[in-house]
């Protein structure tokens, strides 16, 4: 099962146990957090996609640790003019682990995953 989810402007195809980066959310490590706006949900050949949104879908996630991403070099230069600027970037971030994915209907599972085991 995967969901499509949108945070901080970008979009993130997710299935569960997924670890991704996303734009710095405002949560500590260990906390969970709850992205609503889910865009689509699937599960192999069945797609329910929203228009934008789809109502009652939720993923929840882990906060793993706030970081900063690589740095980026921002470099301006105006020929003949002597004119060069350089400076640095670092964008902060939010690591997540996704936990659960919840359609429309409640809480779905996965196919062969037993509960409690």
Same mark, same amino acid.
């Given at each position: 099962?995967?969901?499509?989810?949108?945070?901080?402007? %970008?979009?993130? %195809?997710?299935?569960?146990?997924?670890?991704?980066?996303?734009? @710095?959310?405002?949560?500590?490590?260990?906390?969970?957090?709850? /992205?609503?706006?889910?865009?689509?949900?699937? #599960?192999?050949? #069945?797609?329910?996609?929203?228009?934008? /949104? /789809?109502?009652?879908?939720?993923?929840?996630?882990?906060?793993?640790?706030?970081?900063?991403?690589? @740095?980026?070099?921002?470099? @301006? %230069?105006?020929?003949?003019?002597?004119?060069?600027? %350089? @400076?640095?970037?670092?964008?902060?971030?939010?690591?997540?682990?996704?936990?659960?994915?919840?359609?429309?209907?409640?809480?779905?599972?996965?196919?062969?995953?037993?509960?409690?085991?």
């Amino acid at each position: 099962m995967f969901a499509v989810i949108r945070t901080g402007g %970008k979009q993130y %195809k997710v299935v569960q146990d997924e670890v991704i980066s996303v734009e @710095k959310l405002a949560a500590e490590p260990g906390a969970t957090v709850e /992205l609503a706006e889910v865009l689509m949900i699937g #599960d192999g050949a #069945d797609v329910a996609a929203g228009a934008p /949104l /789809l109502d009652g879908a939720s993923v929840s996630a882990t906060v793993l640790e706030q970081k900063r991403a690589d @740095k980026i070099i921002v470099f @301006k %230069k105006k020929r003949r003019h002597n004119y060069r600027r %350089k @400076k640095g970037h670092r964008q902060q971030q939010t690591v997540l682990r996704i936990t659960e994915i919840r359609g429309a209907g409640g809480p779905q599972r996965e196919e062969g995953v037993a509960n409690g085991a």
